[in-house]
């Protein structure tokens, strides 16, 4: 595998950043991962849209201009032979002397890979659905940002998968669902209606959340932008999680109790299909 570190192309094994990285001592930076499908990046612009939102949010300069940006994607998906899988992109304020100050004159660090992901598998998820847990939120207030400080998610994803489930929901003092800890939250009710939790509201905006609205539209679904409670989840017709990870997937279980009859739910597996078509597609 090879990663694109810094302007350089380098074998993953030996790809490296610095210690004194701020991305290292102070999660001081934000990533993205994008969909590659059927040998297309999906959804590009809207990820390099939202990395430009996060590097202002922090005031992290492009470490590249974006056109460059893009082509060096291109060019990872390429030399790691990726027709379907993963890209990652991190970006950090860089490296320098240990000071909780942004350094005067660093250049961003930046950190590219892709890797195969076996569509198969993901397909054989979907038909199976997952299981999530519930956990109180308990991030900062600024999770819009898509920053690598992911302690909190790495914690709520340790123990859903020790529970034997795949996702944990965040879930505020209210008892409302905010977002998985690697994804977006959605129901379908009783009547049909798709549900999901404003993206203005202590959630990240989600690239697959925003183009199965657009999916949605197209298929003519009614969608009500609003919170839901974790009792209103389990007694749904249908729930399910979305990240360019996992695209819409099927829930089954929350805490351990089904969701409607704990089948994947139609709806969930008719925006898993169309999908593909509607997104933004360019050539990898
Ligand atoms: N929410 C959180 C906290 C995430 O980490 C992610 C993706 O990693 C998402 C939502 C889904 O975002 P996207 O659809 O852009 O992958």
Redesign the pocket.
């Known amino acids: 595998r090879i990663a694109y570190v810094n302007g350089r192309y380098v074998a993953h094994a030996e790809a490296s950043v610095h210690i004194e990285d701020r991305g290292y001592q102070f999660a001081d930076g934000v990533y993205?991962?994008c969909?590659v499908a059927r040998g297309y990046i999906v959804?590009m612009k809207?990820?390099l849209d939202?990395l430009d939102r996060s590097l202002r949010e922090l005031s992290i300069a492009w470490p590249m201009n974006r056109a460059a940006m893009e082509i060096v994607i291109v060019e990872v998906i390429r030399r790691n032979r990726v027709k379907n899988g993963l890209v990652y992109l991190q970006v950090t304020r860089g490296v320098a002397s240990r000071d909780f100050l942004f350094p005067a004159d660093t250049r961003p660090s930046v950190v590219i890979t892709a890797k195969k992901v076996d569509p198969a598998a993901l397909a054989k998820r979907a038909e199976n659905g997952i299981k999530v847990i519930t956990v109180p939120e308990n991030r900062w207030d600024r999770?819009d940002i898509?920053s690598v400080g992911?302690l909190p998610?790495v914690l709520a994803k340790q123990k859903a998968n020790e529970a034997g489930a795949h996702e944990a929901w965040f879930v505020d003092a209210d008892g409302t669902v905010k977002?998985?800890?690697?994804?977006?939250a959605w129901i379908v009710t009783g009547d049909g209606a798709l549900v999901t939790r404003p993206a203005e509201h202590g959630?990240?905006?989600?690239?697959?959340?925003?183009?199965l609205l657009d999916v949605a539209a197209k298929l003519g679904l009614r969608v009500e932008e609003r919170g839901f409670t974790v009792a209103e989840a389990k007694a749904a017709r249908e729930a399910f999680i979305?990240?360019?990870?996992t695209l819409a997937m099927p829930v089954v279980a929350i805490d351990g109790d089904p969701v409607a009859n704990g089948h994947p739910g139609s709806v969930a597996l008719s925006l898993r299909q169309a999908f593909f078509d509607i997104a933004e597609k360019r050539p990898a």
């Not at 959630?203 to 183009?211: F, H």
């Not at 979305?242 to 990870?245: G, K, N, Q, R, V």
């Open positions: 993205e991962v969909e959804d809207r990820h939202r999770v898509k992911l998610n977002e998985g800890g690697s994804s977006n959630i990240l905006r989600g690239i697959t959340r925003t183009t979305s990240s360019a990870t």
